[in-house]
């Protein structure tokens, strides 16, 4: 939960000696000019399958950086791994090569931790492992703390999310996760590039927080003399995009929303949302099934993955199933329960499904019990649609049935991937919606109690028939990565404020 345990050993103590020592002799701590011409994953691509005569006539030396991540001591020689981002290599320290005096200080001074630059030649081992024969070697960062011991340090969970920096270090998965990570940010990028979409950026600070039912969190502009909102969606902005003529726009970034912390919750996370005109939800379908198993072709190389132990096939097409469908027939909910309120909580409580037995809406109730019936068995990717409007206040009423929109969401492994609808165009539409939130939610910290009078403005001036979607970046890198939770994803997630003493 705290701080790793290394005072009681002294092991701090003696590692600020050595450094006193170090600095007595004239030798700095933290240099800054050792120039790395190589890295370690470079040499193993190249090098890895040559033989021992082979490597003795590659020409070098080679010069590298890198963290001495294990060492072992022999007597007139040492070996050891350094390892900087691409990867670990072995090295070998021997006194008739770099000299006694060179060897004795190497052999007191260097500990496991410290970053040092070698230059050195290849050759083979006994065992087969490639090696760096150390002509060469400096100092270039004390560490002044040890790692983690290589089974038992880095095992507590909430230590490996506080101090992310020691994680990335010990944890070669954790590196990949991230690696993985940029690498889906930048693929989706291109593929909505490619498709004529144009990356925009819209304000992460707002008067009025819009575009989701979600607490805001709340700060304050001094020179303005406002409260502002970090942003819940950037929906609304995007949207007065269309209405200024751009027809493709796309941007992943940052929301907030004051909300619980859980493993698919975090305070802050990324979101892709992108809007087109002139379609509608049922045209997004192709294109998010599109999306996702041209994702999962790039990263994983194939469209059947593994998530915890599930086997996912995001081949295309998906099934789609109508909300209210979806309750009678995954959820077992009778009909007649759907009826009413007093029958919805009702069912609830024998149940024990919580919900807010004081709410008005009844599509509101109804979304409590597909979150617990529902939700959580749509293993395999589908497409649940026609949402009530009770849930959907900017999407499109459906034209056959006024009670329901033109919006889907895709659930893939029990939990939401994408939220879409055709986009309620009609702005005498939109504020009888936000005047009947804004009524009915007076007493709901999730709805802000105020018109966003510009939106419905801009809506006047016309905005096209659009449609619009937002898919969460980080749960969708936790499908893959098979991570089972959101913290694991998010480089630094939030967490509650470290105890003292």
Request: charged share 30%; glycine share 6%; hydrophobic share 40%.
């Amino acid at each position: 939960m705290g701080e790793l345990v290394v005072e009681e050993s002294g092991v701090l103590q003696k590692r600020r000696e050595k450094a006193e020592e170090l600095e007595r002799l004239g030798i700095p701590l933290y240099p800054n000019n050792f120039r790395a011409k190589d890295r370690a994953g470079a040499i193993l691509e190249v090098f890895g399958d040559y033989k021992a005569e082979e490597l003795e006539k590659v020409p070098g030396p080679f010069v590298l950086a890198g963290r001495l991540m294990a060492r072992r001591d022999f007597g007139k020689a040492c070996f050891g791994h350094i390892q900087d981002e691409s990867g670990r290599i072995q090295i070998f320290v021997k006194r008739d090569e770099v000299g006694a005096e060179n060897f004795k200080l190497f052999k007191k001074y260097i500990d496991i931790g410290d970053i040092i630059g070698v230059k050195g030649r290849l050759f083979r081992t006994k065992t087969g492992e490639l090696t760096i024969l150390v002509e060469e070697f400096s100092l270039v960062t004390k560490s002044l703390r040890p790692l983690p011991e290589k089974f038992h340090g880095l095992q507590d969970i909430e230590l490996r999310y506080r101090q992310r920096y020691l994680d990335l270090i010990v944890n070669p998965r954790v590196r990949e996760i991230f690696r993985r990570r940029t690498k889906i940010i930048r693929l989706i990028r291109e593929y909505f590039a490619s498709r004529g979409f144009l990356e925009v950026e819209t304000p992460m600070m707002q008067p009025i927080p819009g575009g989701a039912t979600a607490r805001p969190f709340k700060t304050h502009h001094n020179a303005l003399g406002v409260d502002l909102y970090l942003r819940i969606a950037p929906e609304l902005y995007l949207k007065r995009l269309l209405v200024g003529g751009f027809e493709r726009v796309f941007e992943i970034n940052r929301n907030f929303r004051n909300e619980g912390i859980s493993i698919q919750h975090n305070p802050e996370f990324t979101m892709l949302e992108f809007y087109q005109a002139y379609a509608t939800y049922e045209d997004l379908m192709p294109l998010t099934e599109d999306l996702i198993s041209y994702l999962a072709q790039e990263i994983l190389g194939d469209t059947k993955i593994t998530y915890q132990g599930e086997i996912i096939d995001l081949t295309p097409p998906w099934p789609r199933l109508a909300f209210k469908e979806a309750l009678l027939k995954i959820g077992q909910v009778p009909e007649e329960v759907l009826k009413d309120r007093k029958t919805v909580i009702a069912f609830a409580r024998e149940r024990e499904i919580k919900l807010d037995e004081r709410e008005p809406l009844l599509g509101k109730l109804w979304a409590k019990l597909f979150d617990a019936l529902v939700e959580p068995k749509l293993i395999q990717p589908t497409f649940v649609t026609h949402f009530p409007v009770d849930i959907s206040p900017l999407a499109r009423r459906n034209e056959a049935d006024p009670t329901v929109t033109d919006r889907f969401e895709l659930f893939i492994a029990g939990r939401e991937i994408a939220n879409a609808f055709s986009e309620l165009n009609d702005p005498r539409d939109q504020r009888e919606r936000f005047l009947e939130q804004i009524k009915k939610g007076r007493h709901d910290e999730e709805i802000h109690p105020e018109m966003d009078e510009d939106f419905v403005r801009a809506l006047e001036y016309g905005m096209p028939p659009a449609a619009g979607e937002g898919i969460g970046i980080d749960r969708l890198v936790m499908l893959f990565t098979d991570s089972p939770s959101i913290r694991e994803v998010i480089l630094f997630p939030q967490l509650r404020p470290e105890k003292k003493g």
